[in-house]
C-alpha cells in the first residue's frame, strides 16, 4: 500500500503505489480515502471546517490523488493496528 520511495540525502521522493498485496483491497482503500476527500473538500467550499486538519494541509501542498493514497496508507495502518490488537476503534478526542 505504501507509495514507492527513493530518498537520499534527506530528501523524500515518493514515487507510486506499490502493487503489492491484495489489490481489490488497495482499491477499496483508495476509494474509502476518496470518498473522505470528496466530503471535505465540499465542507471547505461551503465555509465550514473539513474535520481533519491533516488531509486539508495535504490537500493545499498536493495533488488530490497522492493525497488519497497518503490517506489510505494511514487507514490501512490504523486497520493494520486495530486487527493485530483485537481493538474497536474510537475516534480521537479533540482538545
Known sequence: MVPRQSSSGGK??????SKRGDGYLR???IHGAR???HHIRRRLK???PGG???VEQLLQRCHVNE???ALANKMARVA???LSRN????APRVT
Open 87 to 90: 481493538e474497536m476503534y474510537s
Open 52 to 54: 481533519n486538519p491533516w
Open 80 to 82: 493494520w493496528v486495530l
Open 35 to 37: 470518498a473522505v476527500i
Open 46 to 48: 461551503v465555509g465550514q
Open 67 to 69: 493525497v488519497a493514497v
Open 27 to 29: 482499491s477499496l482503500l
Open 12 to 17: 523524500n521522493r515518493l514515487l507510486g503505489i
